[in-house]
């Protein structure tokens, strides 16, 4: 007998961990004191946020899973894996037509791949691609969010 990944959880547990997990990468990735075991939880977490979503969301949910695996694979400095996932956002952006927020955080992801990777001629042009993207955001307030997150990516080395 089989077990599919959907008969582990009920729906509405994959989704509770889902949002869970996710937030709470949130609140780690804030944090300025984490521990090299903190970050692997931070990294864990991130990834079965989405595994979560694989399960039961939509395309927009995994797409921002997909960059949120970005994200924290960019803040801890693993270029090539925060590249991948950006990209697979962007895919999924493209794939299913998402919104133009969702098209602006998945090029911002990029960017910052591009920065820890030391590629500024990607940086610059994945950040005006983000520029182009958020003005197109109705939302005041998303679209300042995702202004804000574009415009913290830089090319600079971290300070230690």
Do not use: F
Not at 80 to 107: G, I, K, P, V, W
Not at 123 to 128: E, G, K
């Amino acid at each position: 007998m089989t077990t599919t990944i959907t008969a582990i959880l009920p729906e509405d547990m994959h989704k509770l961990c889902a949002r869970a997990l996710y937030d709470r990468c949130w609140e780690q990735a804030r944090r300025t004191d984490r521990t090299v075991e903190d970050d692997e939880a931070l990294l864990n977490m991130a990834h079965a946020s989405l595994w979560h979503w694989r399960v039961v969301g939509l395309p927009v949910n995994l797409a921002r899973g997909e960059w949120m695996l970005a994200r924290v694979n960019a803040l801890l400095g693993l270029a090539e894996s925060a590249r991948h996932h950006a990209e697979n956002s962007l895919a999924l952006c493209d794939d299913h037509q998402l919104s133009e927020h969702d098209r602006a955080l998945a090029h911002e992801a990029i960017a910052r791949a591009c920065a820890i990777g030391s590629d500024p001629e990607g940086v610059a042009s994945h950040v005006q691609y983000g520029l182009a993207a958020a003005g197109q955001v109705p939302d005041p307030s998303q679209r300042e969010w995702v202004l804000r997150n574009l415009g913290s990516v830089t090319t600079d080395p971290p300070l230690d």
